[in-house]
Protein backbone atom coordinates (compact mmCIF):
# COMPACT_ATOMS: atom_id res chain seq x y z
CA UNK A 1 0.00 0.00 0.00
CA UNK A 2 1.62 3.60 -0.70
CA UNK A 3 1.44 6.87 1.16
CA UNK A 4 -2.49 7.91 0.02
CA UNK A 5 -3.83 4.90 0.87
CA UNK A 6 -1.97 4.21 4.42
CA UNK A 7 -3.70 7.24 6.23
CA UNK A 8 -6.39 6.44 8.53
CA UNK A 9 -8.06 9.95 7.76
CA UNK A 10 -7.90 9.66 4.27
CA UNK A 11 -10.39 11.82 2.58
CA UNK A 12 -12.97 9.12 1.56
CA UNK A 13 -14.73 11.91 -0.88
CA UNK A 14 -11.95 13.58 -2.32
CA UNK A 15 -13.53 12.78 -5.90
CA UNK A 16 -16.81 14.85 -5.35
CA UNK A 17 -14.32 17.89 -5.75
CA UNK A 18 -11.61 16.52 -7.48
CA UNK A 19 -9.54 18.36 -10.39
CA UNK A 20 -8.50 15.54 -12.79
CA UNK A 21 -5.98 15.97 -15.29
CA UNK A 22 -6.83 13.40 -18.16
CA UNK A 23 -3.31 12.28 -19.25
CA UNK A 24 -3.58 10.89 -22.81
CA UNK A 25 0.07 9.04 -22.57
CA UNK A 26 0.79 8.14 -26.42
CA UNK A 27 1.31 12.51 -26.16
CA UNK A 28 2.02 13.10 -23.17
CA UNK A 29 6.45 12.57 -22.76
CA UNK A 30 8.46 10.10 -24.65
CA UNK A 31 10.69 8.26 -22.02
CA UNK A 32 12.26 5.79 -24.45
CA UNK A 33 12.57 7.83 -27.34
CA UNK A 34 10.56 5.37 -30.09
CA UNK A 35 8.20 8.75 -30.73
CA UNK A 36 5.49 7.95 -28.65
CA UNK A 37 4.38 8.94 -25.07
CA UNK A 38 5.27 6.21 -22.60
CA UNK A 39 5.29 5.46 -18.52
CA UNK A 40 8.60 6.70 -18.13
CA UNK A 41 7.70 9.99 -19.57
CA UNK A 42 4.72 10.67 -17.07
CA UNK A 43 7.19 9.59 -13.97
CA UNK A 44 9.87 11.95 -15.57
CA UNK A 45 6.68 14.54 -15.36
CA UNK A 46 5.01 14.06 -12.46
CA UNK A 47 6.44 18.04 -10.84
CA UNK A 48 4.39 19.33 -13.84
CA UNK A 49 1.08 17.75 -12.39
CA UNK A 50 2.06 18.51 -8.96
CA UNK A 51 3.09 22.53 -9.61
CA UNK A 52 -0.07 22.73 -11.63
CA UNK A 53 -1.77 21.80 -8.47
CA UNK A 54 -4.43 18.72 -9.67
CA UNK A 55 -5.51 16.04 -7.53
CA UNK A 56 -5.63 12.78 -9.73
CA UNK A 57 -4.58 11.93 -13.12
CA UNK A 58 -7.16 9.83 -15.62
CA UNK A 59 -4.44 7.90 -18.09
CA UNK A 60 -5.95 6.71 -21.45
CA UNK A 61 -5.58 2.95 -22.46
CA UNK A 62 -2.22 1.61 -21.65
CA UNK A 63 -2.72 -1.83 -22.36
CA UNK A 64 -1.04 -4.50 -25.12
CA UNK A 65 -2.94 -3.63 -28.36
CA UNK A 66 -2.10 -3.27 -32.00
CA UNK A 67 -3.35 0.19 -31.93
CA UNK A 68 -5.94 0.19 -34.48
CA UNK A 69 -7.50 2.97 -32.34
CA UNK A 70 -4.44 4.39 -30.24
CA UNK A 71 -5.36 1.56 -27.59
CA UNK A 72 -8.96 1.53 -27.16
CA UNK A 73 -8.83 -1.74 -29.01
CA UNK A 74 -7.49 -3.76 -25.81
CA UNK A 75 -5.97 -7.42 -26.23
CA UNK A 76 -5.23 -8.10 -22.51
CA UNK A 77 -6.67 -5.41 -19.78
CA UNK A 78 -4.49 -7.19 -17.11
CA UNK A 79 -1.02 -6.14 -18.69
CA UNK A 80 0.72 -2.90 -20.20
CA UNK A 81 1.84 -2.33 -23.40
CA UNK A 82 5.72 -3.00 -24.11
CA UNK A 83 5.61 0.51 -26.31
CA UNK A 84 4.77 2.15 -22.89
CA UNK A 85 6.78 0.17 -20.19
CA UNK A 86 6.19 -2.71 -18.04
CA UNK A 87 3.76 -3.78 -15.47
CA UNK A 88 6.55 -3.12 -12.87
CA UNK A 89 6.86 0.46 -14.47
CA UNK A 90 3.31 0.71 -14.01
CA UNK A 91 3.23 -0.19 -10.27
CA UNK A 92 6.20 2.36 -9.50
CA UNK A 93 4.35 5.05 -11.55
CA UNK A 94 1.03 4.74 -9.16
CA UNK A 95 3.32 4.68 -5.85
CA UNK A 96 5.39 7.65 -6.58
CA UNK A 97 1.95 9.26 -7.44
CA UNK A 98 0.51 8.40 -4.50
CA UNK A 99 3.98 9.53 -2.71
CA UNK A 100 3.42 12.90 -4.47
CA UNK A 101 -0.27 13.17 -3.51
CA UNK A 102 -1.86 12.52 -6.48
CA UNK A 103 -4.72 9.70 -7.46
CA UNK A 104 -4.56 7.71 -10.52
CA UNK A 105 -7.44 6.74 -12.56
CA UNK A 106 -7.22 3.99 -15.34
CA UNK A 107 -9.50 4.03 -18.22
CA UNK A 108 -11.31 0.66 -18.51
CA UNK A 109 -12.59 -0.42 -22.13
CA UNK A 110 -15.87 -3.16 -21.42
CA UNK A 111 -17.67 -2.86 -24.80
CA UNK A 112 -15.44 -4.08 -26.86
CA UNK A 113 -11.87 -5.90 -27.32
CA UNK A 114 -8.95 -5.89 -29.64
CA UNK A 115 -9.47 -8.50 -32.74
CA UNK A 116 -6.02 -10.00 -31.47
CA UNK A 117 -7.55 -10.45 -28.28
CA UNK A 118 -7.11 -14.47 -27.70
CA UNK A 119 -11.20 -14.67 -27.12
CA UNK A 120 -12.15 -13.47 -30.67
CA UNK A 121 -8.94 -15.52 -32.13
CA UNK A 122 -10.45 -18.28 -30.54
CA UNK A 123 -13.78 -17.50 -31.90
CA UNK A 124 -12.77 -17.35 -35.11
CA UNK A 125 -10.72 -20.30 -35.01
CA UNK A 126 -13.84 -22.33 -33.54
CA UNK A 127 -16.54 -21.43 -35.97
CA UNK A 128 -20.21 -20.65 -36.26
CA UNK A 129 -22.02 -22.32 -33.53
CA UNK A 130 -19.22 -22.84 -31.37
CA UNK A 131 -19.22 -21.73 -27.34
CA UNK A 132 -16.06 -19.53 -28.81
CA UNK A 133 -18.39 -17.26 -30.46
CA UNK A 134 -20.72 -16.75 -28.01
CA UNK A 135 -18.94 -14.43 -25.94
CA UNK A 136 -19.05 -11.89 -28.59
CA UNK A 137 -22.16 -10.86 -31.30
CA UNK A 138 -21.50 -12.69 -34.02
CA UNK A 139 -24.60 -13.84 -36.48
CA UNK A 140 -25.73 -15.14 -40.12
CA UNK A 141 -26.21 -12.52 -42.73
CA UNK A 142 -29.57 -11.69 -44.39
CA UNK A 143 -30.54 -12.69 -47.97
CA UNK A 144 -29.68 -16.34 -49.19
CA UNK A 145 -26.37 -16.47 -49.25
CA UNK A 146 -25.74 -14.42 -46.30
CA UNK A 147 -24.53 -11.66 -47.82
CA UNK A 148 -26.25 -8.69 -46.16
CA UNK A 149 -25.20 -7.24 -42.75
CA UNK A 150 -27.54 -8.83 -40.16
CA UNK A 151 -29.03 -5.21 -39.18
CA UNK A 152 -28.57 -1.44 -39.69
CA UNK A 153 -26.32 -0.49 -37.39
CA UNK A 154 -23.71 1.16 -38.23
CA UNK A 155 -20.36 2.29 -36.91
CA UNK A 156 -19.48 5.37 -34.68
CA UNK A 157 -16.51 5.79 -37.28
CA UNK A 158 -18.23 5.51 -40.41
CA UNK A 159 -19.63 2.67 -42.11
CA UNK A 160 -21.29 -0.44 -41.29
CA UNK A 161 -20.93 -1.81 -37.54
CA UNK A 162 -20.65 -5.16 -39.15
CA UNK A 163 -17.82 -7.12 -40.64
CA UNK A 164 -18.12 -10.57 -42.01
CA UNK A 165 -15.39 -13.04 -41.15
CA UNK A 166 -13.84 -15.57 -43.82
CA UNK A 167 -14.33 -19.19 -42.01
CA UNK A 168 -11.47 -21.79 -41.09
CA UNK A 169 -12.67 -23.31 -44.49
CA UNK A 170 -12.07 -20.02 -46.83
CA UNK A 171 -15.83 -19.26 -47.50
CA UNK A 172 -17.26 -15.75 -45.99
CA UNK A 173 -19.00 -16.62 -43.04
CA UNK A 174 -20.62 -15.40 -40.27
CA UNK A 175 -20.58 -11.06 -39.44
CA UNK A 176 -19.87 -9.75 -36.01
CA UNK A 177 -20.72 -6.22 -34.54
CA UNK A 178 -18.53 -3.62 -34.03
CA UNK A 179 -19.91 -0.54 -32.71
CA UNK A 180 -16.17 1.20 -33.71
CA UNK A 181 -13.42 0.07 -35.81
CA UNK A 182 -13.65 -3.74 -37.43
CA UNK A 183 -10.58 -4.28 -34.82
CA UNK A 184 -12.84 -3.77 -32.03
CA UNK A 185 -15.66 -6.26 -32.36
CA UNK A 186 -18.03 -6.15 -29.21
CA UNK A 187 -18.23 -8.37 -26.32
CA UNK A 188 -21.83 -9.74 -25.33
CA UNK A 189 -22.60 -8.69 -21.77
CA UNK A 190 -25.04 -11.69 -21.96
CA UNK A 191 -22.45 -14.05 -21.33
CA UNK A 192 -21.25 -14.93 -18.00
CA UNK A 193 -17.54 -14.81 -19.05
CA UNK A 194 -17.31 -10.91 -19.88
CA UNK A 195 -18.54 -9.98 -16.75
CA UNK A 196 -16.16 -11.81 -14.27
CA UNK A 197 -13.74 -11.30 -16.69
CA UNK A 198 -14.46 -7.80 -16.68
CA UNK A 199 -14.66 -7.92 -12.65
CA UNK A 200 -11.48 -9.81 -12.34
CA UNK A 201 -9.55 -6.84 -14.29
CA UNK A 202 -11.17 -4.45 -12.50
CA UNK A 203 -9.75 -6.37 -9.04
CA UNK A 204 -6.65 -6.44 -10.50
CA UNK A 205 -5.98 -2.86 -10.93
CA UNK A 206 -7.64 -2.08 -7.77
CA UNK A 207 -5.39 -4.25 -6.20
CA UNK A 208 -1.70 -2.80 -7.16
CA UNK A 209 -3.42 0.24 -5.54
CA UNK A 210 -5.53 2.13 -8.72
CA UNK A 211 -7.76 4.75 -7.41
CA UNK A 212 -10.48 4.19 -10.14
CA UNK A 213 -11.67 3.75 -13.68
CA UNK A 214 -12.75 6.11 -16.43
CA UNK A 215 -15.45 3.94 -18.62
CA UNK A 216 -15.55 4.05 -21.76
CA UNK A 217 -18.68 4.10 -23.70
CA UNK A 218 -20.69 3.30 -20.33
CA UNK A 219 -23.64 3.69 -21.98
CA UNK A 220 -23.03 0.92 -24.47
CA UNK A 221 -22.23 -3.20 -23.67
CA UNK A 222 -26.12 -3.89 -23.61
CA UNK A 223 -27.76 -4.60 -26.49
CA UNK A 224 -31.42 -5.80 -27.18
CA UNK A 225 -32.11 -8.86 -27.04
CA UNK A 226 -32.52 -10.07 -30.96
CA UNK A 227 -30.45 -7.03 -32.43
CA UNK A 228 -33.23 -5.41 -33.68
CA UNK A 229 -32.83 -2.49 -36.70
CA UNK A 230 -32.78 0.56 -35.40
CA UNK A 231 -35.12 1.79 -38.51
CA UNK A 232 -37.33 5.34 -37.50
CA UNK A 233 -37.05 5.44 -34.33
CA UNK A 234 -37.59 8.21 -32.68
CA UNK A 235 -34.43 8.51 -30.59
CA UNK A 236 -31.69 8.94 -33.28
CA UNK A 237 -33.77 11.30 -35.25
CA UNK A 238 -34.10 14.00 -32.10
CA UNK A 239 -31.90 16.99 -33.06
CA UNK A 240 -28.60 17.32 -30.84
CA UNK A 241 -29.73 19.76 -27.66
CA UNK A 242 -27.87 20.82 -24.72
CA UNK A 243 -31.70 21.30 -22.67
CA UNK A 244 -33.54 17.82 -21.47
CA UNK A 245 -36.82 17.60 -22.81
CA UNK A 246 -38.97 16.34 -20.07
CA UNK A 247 -41.01 13.18 -20.67
CA UNK A 248 -39.60 12.45 -23.68
CA UNK A 249 -38.94 8.14 -23.89
CA UNK A 250 -35.34 8.10 -25.04
CA UNK A 251 -34.80 4.85 -23.49
CA UNK A 252 -35.28 2.93 -26.71
CA UNK A 253 -32.42 2.44 -28.67
CA UNK A 254 -31.21 -1.55 -29.55
CA UNK A 255 -27.48 -0.72 -28.44
CA UNK A 256 -26.98 2.68 -26.37
CA UNK A 257 -28.36 3.57 -22.83
CA UNK A 258 -30.43 0.43 -22.20
CA UNK A 259 -31.75 0.00 -18.55
CA UNK A 260 -30.25 -3.01 -18.27
CA UNK A 261 -26.43 -1.94 -18.27
CA UNK A 262 -27.48 -0.17 -14.76
CA UNK A 263 -27.31 -3.68 -13.36
CA UNK A 264 -23.49 -4.06 -14.60
CA UNK A 265 -22.75 -0.99 -12.18
CA UNK A 266 -24.16 -2.04 -9.49
CA UNK A 267 -22.03 -5.08 -9.54
CA UNK A 268 -19.10 -2.83 -9.59
CA UNK A 269 -19.76 -0.38 -7.20
CA UNK A 270 -20.15 -3.01 -5.09
CA UNK A 271 -16.30 -4.28 -5.83
CA UNK A 272 -15.09 -0.67 -5.63
CA UNK A 273 -16.95 -0.36 -2.61
CA UNK A 274 -14.99 -3.07 -0.92
CA UNK A 275 -12.02 -1.63 -0.93
CA UNK A 276 -10.39 0.22 1.88
CA UNK A 277 -10.31 3.28 0.75
CA UNK A 278 -13.31 2.71 -1.86
CA UNK A 279 -12.30 2.77 -5.29
CA UNK A 280 -14.35 5.05 -7.47
CA UNK A 281 -15.96 5.35 -11.33
CA UNK A 282 -16.38 8.43 -13.90
CA UNK A 283 -18.90 7.14 -16.42
CA UNK A 284 -18.06 8.29 -20.55
CA UNK A 285 -22.15 7.92 -21.00
CA UNK A 286 -22.89 10.01 -23.70
CA UNK A 287 -26.85 9.90 -23.63
CA UNK A 288 -29.23 12.75 -25.16
CA UNK A 289 -29.65 14.50 -21.74
CA UNK A 290 -28.69 14.96 -18.40
CA UNK A 291 -31.38 13.45 -16.94
CA UNK A 292 -30.77 10.06 -18.84
CA UNK A 293 -26.75 10.46 -17.37
CA UNK A 294 -27.90 10.86 -13.66
CA UNK A 295 -29.05 7.28 -13.81
CA UNK A 296 -25.79 6.40 -14.17
CA UNK A 297 -25.27 8.36 -10.85
CA UNK A 298 -27.31 6.81 -8.64
CA UNK A 299 -26.20 6.01 -5.18
CA UNK A 300 -25.44 2.57 -5.89
CA UNK A 301 -23.98 2.74 -9.31
CA UNK A 302 -21.10 4.84 -10.91
CA UNK A 303 -19.75 7.91 -8.66
CA UNK A 304 -19.51 10.54 -11.52
CA UNK A 305 -19.72 11.07 -15.13
CA UNK A 306 -18.32 13.44 -18.09
CA UNK A 307 -20.45 16.82 -18.29
CA UNK A 308 -20.72 16.86 -22.03
CA UNK A 309 -23.38 19.04 -22.11
CA UNK A 310 -21.09 21.48 -20.85
CA UNK A 311 -17.99 20.62 -23.27
CA UNK A 312 -21.02 20.59 -26.03
CA UNK A 313 -22.13 24.07 -25.38
CA UNK A 314 -21.07 27.08 -27.82
CA UNK A 315 -19.77 29.90 -25.78
CA UNK A 316 -23.35 31.64 -24.98
CA UNK A 317 -24.16 32.51 -21.92
CA UNK A 318 -28.01 31.41 -22.09
CA UNK A 319 -26.97 27.90 -23.24
CA UNK A 320 -24.39 27.76 -20.68
CA UNK A 321 -27.14 28.99 -18.26
CA UNK A 322 -28.95 26.40 -19.28
CA UNK A 323 -27.04 23.53 -19.14
CA UNK A 324 -25.31 24.80 -15.86
CA UNK A 325 -29.04 24.94 -14.23
CA UNK A 326 -29.79 21.34 -15.82
CA UNK A 327 -26.55 19.73 -14.13
CA UNK A 328 -27.09 20.95 -10.90
CA UNK A 329 -30.80 19.76 -10.70
CA UNK A 330 -30.61 16.26 -12.06
CA UNK A 331 -27.30 15.68 -10.03
CA UNK A 332 -29.11 16.90 -7.08
CA UNK A 333 -31.77 14.48 -7.76
CA UNK A 334 -29.36 11.90 -7.27
CA UNK A 335 -26.84 12.89 -4.87
CA UNK A 336 -23.88 13.00 -7.34
CA UNK A 337 -21.46 16.45 -7.54
CA UNK A 338 -21.38 17.05 -11.30
CA UNK A 339 -18.04 17.67 -13.69
CA UNK A 340 -17.26 20.16 -15.60
CA UNK A 341 -15.21 19.19 -18.80
CA UNK A 342 -13.94 21.90 -21.69
CA UNK A 343 -11.89 19.45 -23.91
CA UNK A 344 -10.55 16.06 -24.26
CA UNK A 345 -8.81 13.33 -26.64
CA UNK A 346 -12.30 13.13 -29.14
CA UNK A 347 -12.95 17.14 -29.76
CA UNK A 348 -11.38 19.62 -31.33
CA UNK A 349 -9.57 21.79 -28.09
CA UNK A 350 -11.70 24.33 -27.02
CA UNK A 351 -10.02 27.44 -27.72
CA UNK A 352 -10.03 26.62 -31.36
CA UNK A 353 -13.92 26.02 -31.11
CA UNK A 354 -14.75 29.03 -28.88
CA UNK A 355 -12.72 30.94 -31.70
CA UNK A 356 -15.18 30.36 -34.41
CA UNK A 357 -17.59 33.47 -35.05
CA UNK A 358 -20.56 31.47 -34.95
CA UNK A 359 -20.78 29.25 -31.36
CA UNK A 360 -23.03 26.49 -32.54
CA UNK A 361 -23.34 22.80 -30.85
CA UNK A 362 -20.83 21.10 -32.14
CA UNK A 363 -17.39 20.18 -30.88
CA UNK A 364 -15.45 19.21 -34.39
CA UNK A 365 -14.82 21.94 -36.30
CA UNK A 366 -16.12 21.30 -39.17
CA UNK A 367 -19.71 21.58 -37.33
CA UNK A 368 -18.65 25.17 -36.44
CA UNK A 369 -18.53 28.56 -39.16
CA UNK A 370 -17.97 31.71 -39.46
CA UNK A 371 -14.55 33.65 -39.06
CA UNK A 372 -11.38 32.19 -36.98
CA UNK A 373 -10.66 34.95 -34.13
CA UNK A 374 -7.81 32.81 -32.11
CA UNK A 375 -7.27 36.05 -29.59
CA UNK A 376 -11.12 35.40 -29.05
CA UNK A 377 -10.69 31.83 -28.30
CA UNK A 378 -7.61 32.23 -26.25
CA UNK A 379 -9.78 35.14 -24.42
CA UNK A 380 -12.40 33.19 -23.71
CA UNK A 381 -11.03 30.12 -23.22
CA UNK A 382 -9.13 31.48 -20.05
CA UNK A 383 -12.75 32.62 -19.33
CA UNK A 384 -13.54 29.44 -19.58
CA UNK A 385 -11.37 28.08 -17.09
CA UNK A 386 -12.20 30.05 -14.12
CA UNK A 387 -15.98 29.41 -14.66
CA UNK A 388 -15.54 25.49 -14.65
CA UNK A 389 -13.16 25.92 -12.01
CA UNK A 390 -15.41 27.32 -9.81
CA UNK A 391 -19.13 25.54 -10.56
CA UNK A 392 -19.40 22.82 -7.85
CA UNK A 393 -18.65 19.39 -8.18
CA UNK A 394 -15.33 18.11 -9.98
CA UNK A 395 -13.28 19.45 -12.89
CA UNK A 396 -11.02 18.22 -15.66
CA UNK A 397 -8.23 19.15 -17.29
CA UNK A 398 -7.08 17.86 -20.93
CA UNK A 399 -3.59 18.05 -21.01
CA UNK A 400 -2.24 20.69 -22.90
CA UNK A 401 -5.55 22.71 -21.75
CA UNK A 402 -2.65 24.28 -19.48
CA UNK A 403 -0.46 25.74 -22.38
CA UNK A 404 -3.46 27.08 -23.88
CA UNK A 405 -3.14 24.43 -27.23
CA UNK A 406 -5.14 25.27 -30.03
CA UNK A 407 -6.48 22.69 -32.47
CA UNK A 408 -4.07 21.32 -34.86
CA UNK A 409 -5.59 22.03 -37.92
CA UNK A 410 -3.25 21.14 -40.74
CA UNK A 411 -1.93 17.70 -39.79
CA UNK A 412 -0.77 16.41 -43.15
CA UNK A 413 -3.10 13.83 -44.75
CA UNK A 414 -0.46 11.23 -44.51
CA UNK A 415 -0.06 11.81 -40.90
CA UNK A 416 -3.43 10.94 -39.69
CA UNK A 417 -4.03 8.19 -37.93
CA UNK A 418 -7.78 8.15 -36.43
CA UNK A 419 -9.43 4.89 -37.88
CA UNK A 420 -12.37 7.96 -38.92
CA UNK A 421 -9.79 9.05 -41.82
CA UNK A 422 -9.69 6.42 -43.38
CA UNK A 423 -13.74 5.06 -42.41
CA UNK A 424 -14.95 7.92 -43.66
CA UNK A 425 -13.48 7.88 -46.99
CA UNK A 426 -11.03 10.43 -46.05
CA UNK A 427 -14.03 13.12 -45.97
CA UNK A 428 -13.66 12.86 -41.78
CA UNK A 429 -10.00 14.30 -40.59
CA UNK A 430 -10.65 12.68 -36.92
CA UNK A 431 -9.24 13.66 -33.42
CA UNK A 432 -5.62 13.73 -34.42
CA UNK A 433 -5.15 17.59 -34.05
CA UNK A 434 -5.99 17.24 -30.48
CA UNK A 435 -3.88 14.87 -29.90
CA UNK A 436 -0.39 16.38 -30.57
CA UNK A 437 2.28 15.48 -28.80
CA UNK A 438 2.96 18.14 -25.89
CA UNK A 439 5.74 20.79 -26.46
CA UNK A 440 7.79 21.18 -23.03
CA UNK A 441 10.95 22.88 -24.53
CA UNK A 442 10.48 25.34 -26.89
CA UNK A 443 14.55 25.11 -28.06
CA UNK A 444 14.84 21.38 -27.77
CA UNK A 445 14.28 18.69 -30.53
CA UNK A 446 10.64 17.82 -30.70
CA UNK A 447 10.14 20.45 -27.95
CA UNK A 448 11.52 18.42 -25.52
CA UNK A 449 8.72 15.09 -25.84
CA UNK A 450 11.43 13.26 -26.39
CA UNK A 451 14.64 12.48 -25.04
CA UNK A 452 17.73 13.97 -27.22
CA UNK A 453 18.00 11.85 -30.67
CA UNK A 454 15.22 10.53 -30.14
CA UNK A 455 12.69 9.45 -33.41
CA UNK A 456 10.03 11.85 -34.74
CA UNK A 457 7.01 11.97 -32.70
CA UNK A 458 3.73 10.08 -33.75
CA UNK A 459 1.96 13.03 -34.84
CA UNK A 460 4.14 15.89 -36.41
CA UNK A 461 4.31 19.10 -34.06
CA UNK A 462 3.88 22.38 -35.47
CA UNK A 463 6.71 24.93 -35.42
CA UNK A 464 3.81 27.68 -33.26
CA UNK A 465 3.74 24.86 -30.32
CA UNK A 466 7.34 26.23 -29.56
CA UNK A 467 5.35 29.55 -28.22
CA UNK A 468 3.55 26.99 -25.26
CA UNK A 469 5.93 25.17 -24.16
CA UNK A 470 6.43 24.66 -20.64
CA UNK A 471 9.32 26.31 -20.59
CA UNK A 472 8.28 29.25 -21.82
CA UNK A 473 4.90 29.55 -20.28
CA UNK A 474 6.69 28.48 -16.86
CA UNK A 475 8.80 31.75 -17.28
CA UNK A 476 5.71 33.91 -18.16
CA UNK A 477 3.49 35.34 -14.76
CA UNK A 478 0.57 36.27 -17.51
CA UNK A 479 0.72 32.58 -18.76
CA UNK A 480 -2.05 30.52 -19.15
CA UNK A 481 -0.21 27.98 -17.35
CA UNK A 482 0.34 30.42 -14.71
CA UNK A 483 -3.45 31.48 -14.49
CA UNK A 484 -4.17 27.55 -14.15
CA UNK A 485 -1.62 27.41 -11.37
CA UNK A 486 -3.37 30.21 -9.82
CA UNK A 487 -6.70 29.02 -9.56
CA UNK A 488 -6.07 25.45 -8.83
CA UNK A 489 -4.02 26.79 -5.71
CA UNK A 490 -6.77 29.15 -4.96
CA UNK A 491 -10.03 26.26 -5.45
CA UNK A 492 -8.02 24.10 -3.17
CA UNK A 493 -7.43 26.18 -0.41
CA UNK A 494 -10.73 28.08 -0.18
CA UNK A 495 -13.91 26.18 1.81
CA UNK A 496 -16.27 27.55 -0.90
CA UNK A 497 -14.79 25.90 -3.77
CA UNK A 498 -15.43 22.09 -5.10
CA UNK A 499 -18.40 20.40 -4.12
CA UNK A 500 -21.00 22.20 -2.48
CA UNK A 501 -24.18 24.52 -3.99
CA UNK A 502 -23.94 27.95 -5.67
CA UNK A 503 -26.48 31.02 -5.98
CA UNK A 504 -27.06 33.00 -8.79
CA UNK A 505 -26.50 36.80 -8.38
CA UNK A 506 -29.16 38.46 -10.85
CA UNK A 507 -28.12 42.26 -10.57
CA UNK A 508 -25.41 44.34 -10.70
CA UNK A 509 -24.52 46.64 -8.26
CA UNK A 510 -26.97 50.14 -9.58
CA UNK A 511 -29.35 47.29 -8.81
CA UNK A 512 -30.48 46.91 -12.98
CA UNK A 513 -30.19 43.24 -13.67
CA UNK A 514 -27.16 42.07 -15.75
CA UNK A 515 -27.30 41.98 -19.20
CA UNK A 516 -28.03 38.35 -20.47
CA UNK A 517 -24.35 38.06 -21.24
CA UNK A 518 -23.56 37.77 -17.85
CA UNK A 519 -23.16 34.95 -15.59
CA UNK A 520 -22.71 35.70 -12.03
CA UNK A 521 -23.13 33.44 -8.58
CA UNK A 522 -21.96 32.99 -5.34
CA UNK A 523 -20.92 30.28 -3.17
CA UNK A 524 -20.69 30.26 0.21
CA UNK A 525 -18.25 30.84 2.40
CA UNK A 526 -17.63 34.60 0.90
CA UNK A 527 -16.80 33.55 -2.74
CA UNK A 528 -18.26 35.15 -6.07
CA UNK A 529 -18.05 34.53 -9.57
CA UNK A 530 -18.41 36.85 -12.16
CA UNK A 531 -18.26 35.84 -16.04
CA UNK A 532 -18.71 38.55 -18.85
CA UNK A 533 -19.88 37.28 -22.22
CA UNK A 534 -21.04 40.39 -23.36
CA UNK A 535 -19.18 42.88 -25.51
CA UNK A 536 -19.54 45.85 -22.92
CA UNK A 537 -17.48 46.40 -19.20
CA UNK A 538 -19.17 45.18 -16.27
CA UNK A 539 -19.55 46.40 -12.47
CA UNK A 540 -18.36 44.18 -10.24
CA UNK A 541 -20.82 43.30 -7.03
CA UNK A 542 -20.64 45.78 -4.63
CA UNK A 543 -18.86 44.96 -1.38
CA UNK A 544 -16.60 42.47 -3.46
CA UNK A 545 -13.07 42.10 -3.95
CA UNK A 546 -10.90 40.98 -6.66
CA UNK A 547 -8.91 37.92 -6.21
CA UNK A 548 -8.35 36.43 -9.90
CA UNK A 549 -9.71 37.23 -13.37
CA UNK A 550 -8.77 35.57 -16.23
CA UNK A 551 -8.18 38.61 -18.94
CA UNK A 552 -6.09 41.65 -17.45
CA UNK A 553 -8.53 44.49 -15.65
CA UNK A 554 -7.87 48.33 -16.39
CA UNK A 555 -9.93 48.94 -13.22
CA UNK A 556 -10.15 47.02 -10.26
CA UNK A 557 -14.28 47.17 -9.83
CA UNK A 558 -14.89 46.67 -13.76
CA UNK A 559 -14.72 43.30 -15.69
CA UNK A 560 -13.53 43.83 -19.65
CA UNK A 561 -15.46 41.84 -21.99
CA UNK A 562 -14.76 37.98 -22.31
CA UNK A 563 -13.40 37.88 -18.83
CA UNK A 564 -13.97 35.78 -15.81
CA UNK A 565 -13.49 37.36 -11.99
CA UNK A 566 -13.26 35.28 -9.03
CA UNK A 567 -14.35 38.01 -5.88
CA UNK A 568 -14.15 37.49 -2.13
CA UNK A 569 -17.18 39.23 -0.24
CA UNK A 570 -16.52 41.79 2.25
C1 LIG B 1 -14.48 6.61 -26.50
C2 LIG B 1 -13.03 7.00 -26.47
O1 LIG B 1 -12.89 8.21 -25.79
C3 LIG B 1 -12.59 7.08 -27.91
O2 LIG B 1 -11.32 7.65 -28.03
C4 LIG B 1 -12.65 5.69 -28.50
O3 LIG B 1 -12.35 5.78 -29.88
C5 LIG B 1 -14.04 5.07 -28.35
N1 LIG B 1 -14.60 5.28 -27.06
C6 LIG B 1 -14.00 3.59 -28.62
O4 LIG B 1 -13.37 2.90 -27.57
Known sequence: MTELHRSDDVD?????????????????????????????????????????????????????????????????????DA?????????????????????????LVPNHVSDQHPWFQQALAAGPGSPERERFLFRDG??????ERPNDWTSCFGGPAWTRVVEADGRPGQWYVHLFAPEQPDLNWDHPDVRADVEDTLRFWFDRGVDGFRIDVAHSLIKEPGLPDIGARAWDKQ???????????????????????????????????????????????????????????????????????????PWRPELLRTVIEDTLREHAEVGAPPTWV??????????????????????????????????????RGRAAVLLSLALPGGAYVYQGDELGLLEVEDLPDDALQDPSWERSGRTDRGRDGCRVPLPWRAAAPSFGFGPAGAAAPWLPQP????????????????????????ALAIRRAHPALGDGTMRWIERAPDGAAYGAGVLAFERDPGFVCVVNMSAEDVALPAGTTLVLASSPLADPTTLPPETTGWLRRG
Open 239 to 313: PPRVAPIPGVNQTDHPHWDRDEVHDVYRSWRAIADSYDPPRVFVAEAVVPDVSRMARYLRADELHTAFNFDFLKS
Open 142 to 147: RGPDGT
Open 83 to 107: RFGTLADAEALVAAAHAAGLRILLD
Open 12 to 80: RDWWRSAVIYQLYIRSFADGDGDGLGDIAGIHAHLDHLVELGIDAIWINPWYPSPMADAGYDVADHRGI
Open 342 to 379: LSNHDVARHVSRYARAVQVLGVNLSELQGPVDLELGRR
Open 463 to 486: DWFAEHAVDVLAADPSSVLQLYRD
